[in-house]
């Protein structure tokens, strides 16, 4: 264990000691390989009486360091509350770090048993049943927190379908090296643009297999909220449709479940109605998204900003995006 962890496991330590009565410290403090952008913490909250409950640490990276585009450590536990409140499955938030916690920003949940790695969801044996109904249970779950009141959400940023496109497309420009298949799709998607929401909801943005933690009986949390914003809500509906979240299954949606499924479920559930080439529209944005942010990691590989061969290797992967793109824009065998 090096210093800086050994500093942060005894400020939770210290602060489990004043949040939970009887609570006298904590045990198995380690780190978990999840979390791409975000630090995420396990470990047991321990009673003067021998007991020991599983917990959740989810933590700014460094403590303090914040992604331009992410809502913001507070915001997310906020996010989490609203939903659970609302009926989304979602881990209780039972503490929001403060300055006198000296962890920095995150907080801390309950620990949701479950599986959470894609491959394994869309493949084994032990899903097969949560496989005919987790396309509809996230259904359901988006309808759910697209209906939370705008209200009642903390300050977020607007994406709108024009903005969320202009905003990639100077992302693009930044990569310097022009992809012909990102620029046809560039071009489908200025002719596509859906008309604007008029009244924009609560979208996850990052409500994908991956972020979900699945049990035999289906879905149990959805979690990453970082880039939750006020926008068109089916914006999730089409990027848990993107091919690269599908992990080699057969279904559309996530690798599990059909396009059917989780509208007519959404519909169902009170959500708006979702015109086919409304739901194309974000499902060709989510991949070029996703193409053209592979393709920009080459950029700090070679700059050497990150000299990691994990950043070369993921590069090499818009030229997958570049297929379903003309998968999507040119259907057929």
């Known amino acids: 264990m090096n210093d800086a962890q050994g500093d942060l496991e005894a400020a939770i330590g210290a602060a489990m000691r004043r949040i939970f009565p009887g609570a006298v410290g904590l045990a198995a403090f380690r780190r978990l390989s999840g979390g791409a952008s975000q630090e995420t913490w396990a470990f047991d909250r321990c009673d003067a009486y021998g007991g020991r409950t599983p917990l959740i640490l989810r933590r700014a990276p460094g403590g303090t360091r914040q992604a331009e585009t992410a809502a913001g450590m507070e915001t997310e536990a906020a996010l989490m509350r609203l939903a659970g409140e609302a009926g989304v499955p979602e881990p209780v ?3 929001v770090l403060t300055p006198a916690d000296g962890a920095g920003r995150g907080f801390i949940t309950s620990f949701v048993d479950g599986e959470t790695l894609g491959a394994r969801i869309v493949r084994e044996a032990r899903f097969t049943g949560a496989r005919q109904v987790l396309a509809a249970q996230c259904g359901r779950a988006m309808a ?26 100077a992302r693009y420009k930044t990569v310097g090296r022009p992809k012909p298949v990102f620029s046809l799709a ?3 998607l200025r002719e596509r643009l859906p008309p604007e929401p008029r009244l924009a909801r609560l979208v996850h943005g990052d409500f994908r297999n991956g972020n979900i933690i699945v049990g035999e009986e289906g879905l149990r949390a959805v979690l990453d909220w970082e880039i939750a914003h006020l926008g068109d809500p089916v914006e999730d509906l089409g990027w848990i449709c993107v091919n690269s979240w599908r992990f080699g299954g057969a279904g ?9 499924q989780l509208v007519g479920a959404y519909e169902a559930a ?10 194309l529209f974000w499902e060709l944005l989510g991949v070029l998204s996703w193409g053209v942010s592979c393709a920009s990691m080459v950029a700090g590989f070679r700059a050497g900003v990150d000299p990691s061969s994990e950043r070369a290797m993921i590069a090499r992967r818009s030229s997958e995006t570049e297929i379903d ?9």
Do not use: K, M, W
Not at 144 to 169: C, F, K, V
Not at 325 to 333: C, E, H, K, Q
């Open 186 to 188: 560039f071009t489908a």
């Open 270 to 279: 009170g959500g708006q109605p979702v015109a086919p080439e409304q739901l």
């Open 144 to 169: 759910t927190i697209h209906a939370i009141d705008p209200a009642r959400l903390p300050p977020l940023r607007t994406a709108t379908p024009r903005g969320r496109l202009d905003e990639l497309y």
């Open 252 to 260: 559309p949606v996530g690798g599990f479940g059909s396009r059917e």
């Open 93 to 95: 938030v039972h503490h």
């Open 325 to 333: 793109i003309l998968n999507l824009l040119v259907p057929g065998p």
